[in-house]
T-cell receptor, first 115, second 113 residues
């Protein structure tokens, strides 16, 4: 039962254009979401997060949008650069017990930015 | 300020042997999480530990796998009697508090021959 889904396994974008990565979730109790970037043979690195009380969070070239009614979030990268080529994972915070949380990760989207 | 450390980076074991993977969290972090990434798949949660306690092990296979995070020293993920299907990248992450951003180590790539 995949609670966090990234339905596009791969995406190719021209350098300088916008990259849009999508993520859907099924549990309406999720209230905190993150995006991670992962290069081959390295661990994931934290990119940006958003709380469910917001619908947008921006950090430089990266913006995350949250649509709670649709249970959907997206990551926008503008402008895309070749160094952005990586696998991107979205993750949702799930409460285990009162005040204790773990993250559920999606399956990842491989972004390739073409020079 | 050192990040999350994992060792070894690469581990080769024959079927039936034991694998021990170590994780030292970031300084000041007392929450540790282990994930497994199978080839061409995403990150699967395995276990969440706090010092000397297992908080959630719902992602751990029921047999052969165990994890600990002692009062002193690194967290250990132990796989007994490894099989070929255990070949994967195992990532450890740590956080300052529960629900906060997790910081990942470089991973241990286990190959079972």
């Amino acid at each position: 039962d995949q609670q966090v889904k990234q339905n596009s396994p791969s995406l190719s974008v021209q350098e300088g254009r916008i990259s849009i990565l999508n993520c859907d979730y099924t549990n309406s109790m999720f209230d905190y979401f993150l995006w991670y970037k992962k290069y081959p043979a390295e661990g994931p690195t934290f990119l940006i997060s958003i709380s469910s009380i917001k619908d947008k969070n921006e950090d430089g070239r990266f913006t995350v949008f949250l649509n709670k009614s649709a249970k959907h979030l997206s990551l926008h990268i503008v402008p895309s650069q070749p160094g952005d080529s990586a696998v991107y994972f979205c993750a949702a915070s799930a409460e285990i017990t009162s005040g204790t949380y773990k993250y559920i990760f999606g399956t990842g989207t491989r972004l390739k930015v073409l020079a | 300020n050192a990040g999350v450390m994992q060792n070894p980076r690469h581990l080769v074991r024959r079927r039936g042997q034991e694998a021990r993977l170590r994780c030292s969290p970031m300084k000041g972090h007392s929450h540790v999480y282990w994930y497994r990434q199978l080839p061409e798949e995403g990150l699967k949660f395995m276990v969440y530990l706090q010092k000397e306690n297992i908080i959630d092990e719902s992602g751990m296979p029921k047999e052969r796998f165990s994890a600990e995070f002692p009062k002193e020293g690194p967290s250990i993920l132990r796989i007994q009697q490894v099989v070929r299907g255990d070949s994967a990248a195992y990532f450890c992450a740590s956080s300052l508090q529960t629900g906060y951003e997790q910081y990942f180590g470089p991973g241990t790539r286990l190959t079972v021959t």
